[in-house]
Antibody, heavy 122, light 110 residues
Framework: QVQLVESGGDLVKPGGSLRVSCAAS????????MSWIRQAPGKGLEWISY????????YYADSVKGRFTISRDNARNSLSLQMSSLRAEDTAVYYC???????????????WGQGTLVTVSS | QSVLTQPPSVSAASGQKVTISCSGI????????VSWYQQLPGTAPRLLIY???KRPSGIPDRFSGSKSGTSATLGITGLQTGDEADYYC???????????FGGGTKLTVL
């Protein structure tokens, strides 16, 4: 069965960096686009990034553009999000999700991980 | 402020029907599909509806979706207490090249 397991969430100081990862299993990882979505405490879902199956295309929300970098390793069935210049407002649970695409554009997220908590605080 | 607009909350009695609206603009709803997600308390979201009205396997037919122009609607019939959750709509915004979610709607079953 499809499984997505995030890891790497931690407490980090403002201005710091952190890398969160997602281990995928139960499907052919290299065939799918993947995405990161976050949820601040008590708030709604926020899409933050999307990567194509071959890493050729990446997209970012304005709120993280220039600070976050999405990447994937198809040989290791792994998705990552490198976060830098972290701010208090980046505090959230970060979910990885498998994305179905419609001619290369995001369509929907059919499987989600359980999330990993990133807390940015001094 | 979310790009897609949903009511913050809806409520209905057990066994009844409820609808949740989601409104967007032409750049996200115009030619793109809408999906819906259910998030039960303390859990990760799960896909309820995709491509405007399709249900993944395992989702009961009590859940339905529709889209017309720049509005979409999630319908739930035969409400159960287990349906109490937050519901989110989502789409791709072609002009901004970003994914967008609605702000979420909290469903209370009375």
């Amino acid at each position: 069965q499809v499984q997505l397991v995030e890891s790497g969430g931690d407490l980090v100081k403002p201005g710091g960096s952190l890398r969160v990862s997602c281990a995928a299993s139960g499907f052919t990882f290299r065939d799918y686009y993947m995405s990161w979505i976050r949820q601040a405490p008590g708030k709604g879902l926020e899409w933050i990034s999307y990567i194509s199956s071959t890493s050729r295309y990446t997209y970012y929300a304005d709120s993280v553009k220039g600070r976050f970098t999405i990447s994937r390793d198809n040989a290791r069935n792994s998705l990552s999000l490198q976060m830098s210049s972290l701010r208090a407002e980046d505090t959230a649970v970060y979910y990885c999700a498998r994305a179905q695409n419609d001619y290369g554009l995001m369509d929907y997220f059919d499987y989600w991980g359980q999330g990993t908590l990133v807390t940015v605080s001094s | 402020q979310s790009v897609l607009t949903q009511p913050p909350s809806v409520s209905a009695a057990s066994g009844q029907k409820v609808t949740i609206s989601c409104s967007g603009i032409s750049s996200n709803f115009g030619n793109n599909y809408v999906s819906w997600y259910q998030q039960l308390p303390g859990t990760a979201p799960r896909l309820l509806i995709y491509d405007n009205y399709k249900r993944p396997s395992g989702i009961p037919d009590r859940f339905s979706g529709s889209k017309s122009g720049t509005s979409a609607t999630l319908g739930i019939t035969g409400l159960q207490t287990g349906d109490e959750a937050d519901y989110y709509c989502a789409a791709w915004d072609t002009r901004l090249s970003i994914g967008v979610f609605g702000g979420g709607t909290k469903l209370t079953v009375l």
